[in-house]
Every structure is written in C-alpha cells, then in structure tokens.
C-alpha cells in the first residue's frame, strides 16, 4: 500500500497522483556499468537501488491536502491542506524537459519543502494541483 492511501482520512478522496518515470533510472544504470567494471560487478548493486530509491518518491493530491513523499530509509514527508499551499515550483534541467519529468518544490506560507523529484509531466501535475485547489476554495 502505498503512503498516499496508507495516510487518507475520513471521506478523503485521491484526485491525481504523480509518477515517478524510469526515465531517471538511466544514469543510476550507466554509472552501474561503469562502476562493475571497475569492482568486478559490485557496481551493478547501483540498478536496483536505484530502482527502489525512484519508487519510493510519490506525490498525490487529494481533495483535502497536497501529500509527498521521498525516501527509501529516510523519509521526508509534505501533507499540506490545500487551501495552505502557496506555490507550487517545478524544476526541470535539459535532460528534464526532453525526457518529461522534473522535480515539485512544494511551499506553504512563505517556507520551501523538500523538492519530489523525478515526477513524470509535472506541468499536468501543477495544472491538476490548481484545478483541484480552486475547487476546494469555491466549495
């Protein structure tokens, strides 16, 4: 079970989730490869930890609260009500915009959370966001 639906309350609904694209695995195999060349094939153990460190990044948003998480051991975690949320930041270097995925920087009143990174389209993420906070403040 993932965080999101681990951490719902009451009549809380899950309206978008964000993806974690495997397009960002690929420097963790390339650096893999390189590494087991040089270590007789411990540097392959990089693919699958790689792997786990990409999926244990989710990000949801929920009819009450935005809700984030990152971390394969330690675990950084953003619940924030929807309505609290100032701005929503992506960042998105070459490789980035070219491939569709970018990092979330999620800010309530004035301060910066710990960026989720490697969302696949996180445009349509910030849209959904959005929508889903206008929703909630006509409501």
Not at 96 to 111: A, E
Request: charged share 20%; hydrophobic share 45%.
């Amino acid at each position: 079970m993932s965080y999101i639906d681990s951490n719902l309350v009451g009549n809380e609904e899950v309206l978008y989730r964000g993806k974690v694209t495997l397009l960002a695995l690929i420097p963790w195999v390339i650096w893999g490869l390189i590494l087991a060349m040089f270590t007789m094939g411990v540097g392959l153990l990089l693919i699958p930890l790689g792997y786990l460190s990409l999926r244990s990044n989710e990000a949801g948003i929920t009819n009450k609260r935005l809700i984030a998480k990152a971390g394969l051991i330690k675990r950084d975690t953003v619940e924030i009500p929807i309505k609290k949320v100032s701005s929503l930041q992506i960042k998105q270097g070459i490789i980035g915009r070219i491939c569709g995925y970018g990092s979330l920087v999620i800010s309530d009143t004035g301060s910066a959370h710990a960026p989720i990174r490697f969302i696949k389209d996180p445009m349509r993420f910030r849209q959904r966001f959005f929508e889903a906070q206008e929703a909630a403040e006509s409501a």
